[in-house]
């Protein structure tokens, strides 16, 4: 028999019955739609949390007070346990490590803003002139901080691009003074909108000079420090040489922890990678079951057409022409069912873009692959039995049957 | 001495276990069939006429004896090899027709066709020619239950004969049919045995069976009598419109007995394709 026309065969006896067919396709769709989206979504979360770690910068060490406990015992840790603050001295001292481009000292607090005879409450942010480079971020209005060699910090703001238009609207805000906690500050730029990062938006932020915002809080420390590095292959370097910078000046004190952007990214990627293959095998679980339903309905169909197989015998059939008639019948309609699968999935995933635009829910072309070849294999290997059953029928007792 | 027989049979056994009971359906069975022979097999239900039937048409494997068909032993065929056989050289006719409800008369006609990897086109021709013989060519396109019985057996016959095999084996082909359309269905059988194909024919009703030139009368898994009756008219194949093209190519014997007159056959078409599986 030629494989075109078992194909044919097969197809035409799957569509003569159009309600097992079509109860096998939607069996095995279901199956591959649920791998293609619950993949769509791992792969999502994964692409959102790296999408926004990556939004805060390139190159980036970040320094953190206090010592990680994972760093294993230290004896330093019996003498004292408190850790010194992080200071404006310590960033500038980093700035000189000839591996480092740029440093912004970080503040953080909450605030009220008053202006225009609006109160609301903001994010306070004080920084310097180059954390707008190193965050990458764009100011859309007017500039961003100006560089405050002296260090005391002068009374200006820029805003965040919600925070300026509830509080000024359309009008232009640069040059007006503002009201944030007890200081009177001018207006100098406007941040461009949609900026994101570590989870955060930008846009509800008020970035002052961060001797300003220290001297607002009546504080010398820091939250964090961003420490960016020269080039990619410098990271390492730069990580090693800011704690021992750090160490240096708290008195041989290893009290910070230093982080850099790429080993969180490289964790998140990981635990959301298994993630999404965790979530894809059980996924594929439903894909078995579909299998086991494709060996059920075609041990019907094998006893339904128990007269027809007696009479392909009859007529010369092998028995293995017969048993390819009933694979090829599994597998079609195992394949077909992927295929309906895999569209469903990318509806379903284009669905789920519609309602979360931020959430990058792709299917990825492994998990799409994958799907596809699970149905295709589960087709094969439940339609083995009930074609081996259908081979093996005596003709003679297959033909007497009616 | 060469074996001339088409169909030779000897010391035929063949036994089925039922749990403890044991029934002798075919015993010590001897029978040799000339080609172009009509063969009537009678006699009482149970007495293994169905069973002999499928023995020759390579259903079913004797247990003891041996088969030969066209001097060739087939008792010793593995599976695939007997199916072969059975695609080219053995065409069945059901009581019940088997027809696939799901195929069209034409479909059902092409499937030996199609079982045997023949080319579309070669497929095509010889469908429609079939279906002209047979007179469905206006049914081409019917399912089978949109059919009457007698189209559906001339389906069935379509399709038995559509490879021109060298045996047609019928069990009872008219019992589900009514007096006419057996009739029918029977000249029509008549006519391809006419024209050189050996008929093998086993049925309950005794017109139809003394229309046989041979008749075989079994009893209790043997044959009990075996007659060929000398004053049945040979059918004349000129008679009627049946075109040549169905006769199988064999060389006929010309020391047989029924004096079936046959037309050259040299300018039919290699009947068979390579097989493609
Ligand atoms: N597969 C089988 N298993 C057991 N016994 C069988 C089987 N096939 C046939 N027999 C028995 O063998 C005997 C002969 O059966 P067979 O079908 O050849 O009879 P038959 O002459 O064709 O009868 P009928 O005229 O009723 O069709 C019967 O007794 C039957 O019961
Ligand atoms: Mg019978």
């Given amino acids: 028999m030629k494989i075109t026309d078992t194909f044919r065969f097969a197809t035409n006896a799957a569509t003569a019955a159009p309600l097992r067919a079509g109860l096998l396709v939607l069996a095995m769709s279901i199956g591959v739609a649920a791998v293609v989206m619950l993949t769509a979504l791992g792969d999502g979360a994964r692409r959102y949390v790296v999408e926004q770690f990556s939004a805060i910068g390139t190159n980036l060490v970040i320094v953190l007070p206090g010592r ?41 607090a909450t605030t009220e803003i008053n202006a225009a005879g609006k109160l609301r409450e903001a994010m306070l942010l004080g920084t310097n002139d180059d954390y707008i480079n190193v965050r990458q971020m764009k100011v859309g209005l007017g500039r961003f901080l100006s560089k405050d060699e002296v260090g005391h910090g002068s009374a200006e703001v820029v805003l965040g691009a919600v925070i300026r238009r509830e509080i000024f609207g359309t009008e232009n805000p640069l040059g007006k003074t503002v009201r944030v906690g007890d200081r009177r500050l001018r207006v100098v730029g406007v941040l461009s909108e949609g900026g994101q990062g570590m989870g955060m938006t930008t846009d509800e932020l008020l970035i002052v000079p961060v001797a300003t915002a220290q001297a607002m809080l009546n504080s010398n420390t820091l939250f964090r420090i961003l420490v960016e590095a020269r080039s990619r292959e410098q990271i390492a370097e730069v990580k090693a040489h800011v704690l021992k910078t750090i160490t240096q000046r708290h008195d041989g004190e290893e009290d910070v922890t230093v982080i ?34 494709v060996m059920n309905v075609m041990l019907v169909s094998v006893t339904q057409r128990t007269g027809e197989i007696g009479l392909l015998k009859a007529l010369g059939a092998t028995s293995s022409a017969v048993r390819q008639l009933f694979m090829v019948e599994a597998i079609l309609l195992s394949l077909s069912g992927a295929v309906v699968g895999v569209g469903l999935g990318y509806v ?32 094969l290997v439940f339609g083995v039995m009930p074609a081996r059953r259908a081979a093996r029928l005596d003709p003679i007792q297959a033909l007497s049957k009616r | 001495m060469p074996d001339e027989s088409l169909i030779s049979l000897s010391d035929i056994n063949r036994t089925f276990y039922l749990g403890d009971s044991k029934v002798h359906a075919l015993r010590n069975v001897d029978l040799n069939i000339a080609r172009g022979e009509y063969i009537a097999v009678m006699g009482p239900s149970g007495s293994g006429k169905s069973t002999l039937l499928n023995l020759i048409g390579l259903l079913d ?38 027809l696939v409800p799901r195929l069209t008369a034409a479909a059902n006609i092409e499937l030996p066709l199609v079982l045997s990897g023949f080319p579309a086109a070669e497929r095509v021709k010889r469908v429609s020619q079939a279906l002209k013989e047979y007179g469905l060519t206006d ?18 016959i379509a399709r038995a004969t559509i490879l021109r095999p060298a045996v047609l084996l019928a069990d009872e082909p008219t019992g589900n049919l009514d007096r006419v359309t057996g009739e029918e269905v029977v000249k029509l059988l008549e006519k391809l045995n006419a024209q050189g194909m050996t008929l093998i024919v086993v049925t309950h009703d005794q017109a139809l069976g003394a229309r046989a030139r041979r008749q075989i009368r079994m009893e209790d898994g043997g044959i009990a009598s075996d007659v060929t009756n000398s004053h049945v008219e040979a059918n004349d194949a ?31 078409p290699a009947s068979r394709q390579p097989n493609e599986g």
Avoid: C, M
């Avoid at chain 1, 001295?89 to 440093?103: F, G, M, T, Y």
């Avoid at chain 1, 790429?262 to 079951?289: P, R």
């Avoid at chain 2, 030969?68 to 050289?89: N, P, W």
């Fill in chain 2, 139 to 156: 049914r081409a396109n019917h399912r089978p239950n949109e059919l009457s019985g007698g189209q559906r057996q001339r389906v069935a």
């Fill in chain 2, 238 to 268: 000129s008679r009627d419109g049946l075109p040549t093209d169905i006769i199988p190519s064999v060389d006929i014997p010309t020391d047989n007995a029924q004096t079936v007159p046959v037309e050259p056959v040299s300018s039919l």
């Fill in chain 1, 260 to 293: 850099t952007q790429d080993a969180i990214l490289e964790t998140f990627d990981k635990i959301l990678n298994v993630l999404t293959l965790g979530v894809a095998g059980i996924a594929a679980i439903s894909l078995a079951v579909a299998g086991i339903l």
């Fill in chain 2, 61 to 98: 494997r004797p247990d003891e004896g041996t088969y030969k068909l066209e001097g060739r032993d087939v008792t010793t065929l593995d599976a695939d090899e007997l199916a072969a056989v059975r695609s080219e050289r053995i065409g069945f006719i059901f009581q019940s027709f088997h």
């Fill in chain 1, 348 to 379: 379903g995933a284009a669905v789920l873009r519609h309602l979360y635009p931020s959430f990058p829910a792709y299917p990825p072309l492994w998990a799409v692959l994958a799907g596809l070849a699970t149905a295709l294999i589960s087709g």
């Fill in chain 1, 68 to 108: 990680s406990e994972t760093r294993g015992f230290n004896p330093a840790n019996l003498v004292t346990s408190t850790p010194r603050d992080l200071t404006i001295e310590d960033a500038n001292a980093l700035l000189r490590l000839p591996e480092v481009k740029r440093v912004a000292p970080i503040l953080v």
